[in-house]
């Protein structure tokens, strides 16, 4: 009998091309694949692992979301210490659930959050270079506290997606944003917790803080950007390694925000 | 008129064959000579540059310390900047002085300080497998945090050195150890502060540590092992990626401890 899991799980996205599956290529979709098959004894792509969104090349998770359906039943723990066991040390399973056949980790979705860490200071700290978009220049971070405000909200957010994003409405919802100071570490902490991010959405408006932490821009062009509806406008793009996939929500995770607005999307 | 520099960098060992310079491998000390030669505009291997003693590969540095002789004066924080600018992201000059001709990074140090990061929980977290040391096991912290005391003052290590050791005296002096349970973190992370460490001192410790923390050994058995001078009865070595060079100490620098004992050690 068929059994429907649904898995949580970190990766430091340093060694993998991205999330989604491709020939030739580490993924974390394609590392998890192989070993829910070898699990199960079914030969290499006879089950699938469905993720609730990619993620770029470099960009990190501390808590992805997949589901797959399993040919047997096995008790969660076991699932996740059994998963865990044959994972590389680049994925850790944190949480194994055994949901319906109905919950599907992509078209659930109800939001997601994604965090983006700036690591400051002249020179690069050798033990973030991977986890932290280093950025030697002051930045005033008032401003960019201020700016990020203006993101939250239901807007068209065309002047913040690459140009690679799939065509379709631009339309998405930002229940909250907040930064962080973190001057003990000196870090600046950027998160946008939404209904859902398009292809490069976060290094984009990531990008446009600093620029305006930086006075390069003013500090209420994000309401501009907002208007204008342009890319050109705003054609920085943060690097991947400073995000993180902070968490995935599913109905009734929050229920101040319960809704499936978007079923399919980046 | 050649000039004498001290300067202060953090690395991190993951890709390192460790500090000290070796033929065909990638060395902290290697890749400084090499940037340091190329800066003064001398043939490869004119100028040395010398440390407070070698890191093992995988050991990390948060504050490692050398010296070398520059044959025209360039001001610290010109240095600084030049040399950061040459270095690879795993290496960060953190500061530089101008210092006599008498300084010398290996036989004046007066103390060093180490950091031993345990990270804890069933699985390894992702982003912390190059920089602490998993153990899956409970570990009682109370035991560990008496035991380490027994460490402190000045003893016949001999227990805690492994075979690949200089010969020599084993007597040497901690100053003082800390325990810090990091809860927050699911850290639990050692310090030791002493006159200078033996080859694997550190790690041959900790292990023993992380004995008395599982109840595999008695909580005053450090007392014992100190007194038998016996390494077989501590066969354990934890793994160098846990290891952090946090500190070392010059003449000065901490009036309580102000003497150079051991002139030439590892």
């Known amino acids: 009998m068929t059994q429907r899991y649904k898995i949580t799980f970190a990766y430091d996205g340093t060694q993998f091309a991205g999330f989604q599956r491709q020939p030739h290529q580490r993924t974390v979709e ?17 089950l699938g692992v469905y993720g609730s969104g990619r993620t ?11 589901h797959f359906d399993f040919p047997f039943p096995i008790p969660a723990d076991k699932m996740l210490k ?22 599907h980790a992509r078209y ?35 401003l960019m506290e201020t700016a990020i405000q203006d993101l939250v909200g239901t807007h068209n957010f065309a002047s913040f997606v690459a140009s690679g994003a799939k065509p379709g409405s631009r339309v998405r919802t930002i229940f909250s944003t907040k930064a962080i100071n973190d001057e003990a570490n000196h870090e600046i902490q950027l998160e946008f917790y939404g209904d859902g991010f398009m292809y490069n959405q976060v290094r984009i408006m990531t990008a446009v803080l600093v620029e305006i932490g930086m006075k390069k821009r003013p500090v209420d062009d994000i309401q501009r950007l ?28 929050d229920p101040e925000h319960n809704e499936k607005k978007h079923p399919v999307r980046d």
Not at 35 to 46: D, S
Not at 117 to 127: A, C, E, K, M, V
Request: net charge neutral.
């Open 30 to 46: 394609g590392v998890l694949t192989k070993i829910v098959n070898q699990m199960a004894k079914q030969p290499e792509g006879t």
């Open 56 to 66: 770029d090349s470099g960009v990190h998770a501390l808590a992805q979301v997949a």
């Open 82 to 103: 059994g998963l865990n066991s044959m994972c590389p040390l680049d994925i850790q399973i944190k949480d194994v659930e055994i949901v319906p056949d109905t919950f």
């Open 108 to 142: 659930d979705v109800t939001g997601k959050r994604y965090l983006y860490r700036l690591s400051l200071g002249p020179f690069t700290d050798p033990f973030k270079r991977f986890y932290t978009a280093h950025w030697r220049f002051p930045l005033d971070f008032g």
């Open 226 to 253: 907002l208007a204008v509806q342009d890319r050109q406008q705003a054609r920085l793009t943060m690097p991947a390694h400073g995000l993180f996939l902070e968490r995935v929500y599913y109905p009734g995770d």
